[in-house]
């Protein structure tokens, strides 16, 4: 197995070398033919990619790297798979289109061996061998568009994160969280951390976390958000919320959630009115549950 | 270790009027919270203070053994007949405590030493002779 493959990877070297522009040709002629790019390249650029690769992929045969570890551990084909289709999800190509675009080189490289020999064992595992190959890149280059997408996503949910909970100072001593969305751990963690810094930074007395835009409040929301009201008691600050819709209220209600030790409201306006009035008095005791001695 | 005399390199405790200031570290063992508890209760009673003020912004940690200590002094020295106000919490030990369900029930809280002050009565003099009586610990 480990001779013939040999010769056979040798054969197959040795058309790439001998034929380079041939195969490269072919496969720009092969990619404009299908129509499905996807994108506009033109074939100045496709020409490029092609010798980039073809380039790689000869570099890749002539080590002694295995064929099924090829694609995986050669390191400079697989930065050029990366590269190419990393270059075209940029350009808006499809992940479809761009491996089925790597997979039509196999039949590039197969018409060149097939010059190269008559026989149709040897052309049977030539076409093994190049199958292994490309078909290894071709599901490489789909999964570096998976995680280029992955990496896009990531990022965007960081930055909503932090666009999301933005703590404002709405009075002397006072400050305000609007919160939008729903409230799950990780979020807030996030409104806690920048409202604890934010009521030392500020010396607040009142913090209001305002849910208008919270679209539902379940048995977890209730909990996250007596987690914050107890994390701005502990800090020596009072805790508002604000913006309870009647159908919210409706749902704490009926789930038997019970924020009677919070103070809440209705609007904003009302909140802010009780925190003005909290901080006009002299003294500010933290009014803590009473705890039996 | 005698109790009631001061600790060696403890924090001291200071008495302003009828309210003792006082302040904890964050190398708190279980030994010197011990002395420090014993220390500040018999304070409490040979000064009559009415108000204590524990600082508590060097913390950078605060374990479910300290939350107990601080809710005991609090209930210790309601018992005495003054009133513990635990000041000047990190937002991260304030996190970590909501975290571990440790609610401090029943324990004060101020957002520093000088609101602390406030809500025990201390009142700034509208003109502050020379010091303005602002504490430096923020």
């Known amino acids: ?293 | 270790m005698s109790t009631p005399h001061p600790r060696d390199g403890g924090v001291p405790i200071l008495r302003l009027g009828d309210v003792l200031v006082t302040g904890l570290l964050n190398e708190l063992d279980d030994k010197s919270a011990m002395a420090f508890t014993d220390e500040l209760t018999e304070r409490i009673v040979s000064d009559a203070a009415r108000g204590v003020l524990i600082d508590i912004s060097r913390l950078e940690l605060v374990d479910s053994f300290v939350a107990r200590m601080l809710m005991e002094l609090t209930t210790m020295s309601r018992l005495l007949g003054a009133r513990v106000i635990v000041a000047g919490m990190r937002p991260a030990v304030a996190i970590t405590l909501v975290e571990l369900g440790l609610q401090l029930t029943g324990v004060e809280t101020a957002l520093n030493a000088e609101a602390g002050l406030v809500a025990l009565g201390w009142q700034r003099m509208p003109q502050p002779p020379g010091e303005a009586p602002r504490d430096s610990l923020r």
């Open chain 1, 1 to 293: 197995m480990s001779t013939s493959e040999t010769t056979v990877r040798d054969r197959l070297l040795d058309a790439l070398r001998e034929r380079e522009q041939e195969i490269a040709d072919r496969w720009v002629r092969l990619q404009l033919e299908q129509s499905t790019l996807g994108v506009d390249l033109g074939e100045y650029e496709l020409r490029e990619e092609a010798d980039l690769l073809i380039a790689a992929l000869g570099a890749g045969l002539a080590s002694d790297v295995p064929v099924r570890q090829l694609v995986a551990s050669q390191h400079e084909l697989r930065r050029t798979v990366i590269e190419l289709s990393l270059r075209r999800a940029r350009a808006g190509a499809t992940p479809t289109a761009t491996s089925l675009a790597v997979l039509s080189l196999k039949e590039a490289l197969l018409e060149a061996v097939q010059h190269t020999t008559a026989d149709s064992r040897e052309l049977f595992d030539a076409a093994v061998l190049v199958n292994r190959l490309l078909d290894a890149a071709g599901a490489l280059s789909f999964e570096t568009y998976v995680e280029g997408r992955e990496e896009i996503i990531q990022r965007q949910s960081n930055q909503l994160m932090e666009l999301s909970t933005p703590v404002v100072r709405l009075w002397h001593h006072v400050l305000a969280v609007p919160l939008i969305g729903t409230l799950d751990t990780a979020r807030t963690q996030v409104v806690m951390e920048n409202l604890l810094q934010a009521i030392q930074d500020n010396e607040a007395r009142v913090a209001i976390i305002d849910i208008t835009g919270v679209p539902a409040v379940d048995t977890a929301v209730a909990q996250h958000l007596m987690h914050t009201v107890n994390a701005v008691r502990l800090m020596g600050a009072d805790c508002v919320i604000s913006g309870i819709r009647p159908p919210i209220a409706q749902t704490i209600a009926q789930l038997g959630i019970d924020l009677s030790t919070i103070l809440t409201h209705s609007t904003l306006a009302d909140a802010l009115t009780a925190a003005v009035r909290l901080t006009d008095q002299p003294s500010v005791p933290t009014p803590h549950a009473p705890a039996g001695p």
